[in-house]
């Protein structure tokens, strides 16, 4: 599995964060401040577009937006 990694000097950051998927490694106090270290795996392009996006790429190609099945 691949990673991608984050650091932030800013506490109040974290809980965003986790809600988008990162992970804190671990935090190092420095003089100044802590550091917080994060990561999260690396995501496929395919789950990174958004439905719109999809669809958006597939009324270009193909002329009309995608029927979508309910069931």
């Known amino acids: 599995m691949k ?4 650091f932030t000097n ?3 950051n974290i809980s965003m964060l986790g809600a988008e998927g990162w992970e804190l490694v671990t935090v190092v106090q420095h003089p100044t401040g802590l550091t917080f270290y994060l990561k999260r795996p690396v995501q496929s392009l395919v789950h990174r577009l958004t439905q719109e996006q999809k669809e958006e790429v597939y ?3 193909f002329g009309q937006a995608e029927s979508r099945k309910t069931s």
Do not use: C, R
């Open 10 to 12: 800013e506490e109040e």
């Open 3 to 6: 990673w991608e990694y984050l």
């Open 59 to 61: 009324k270009q190609n």
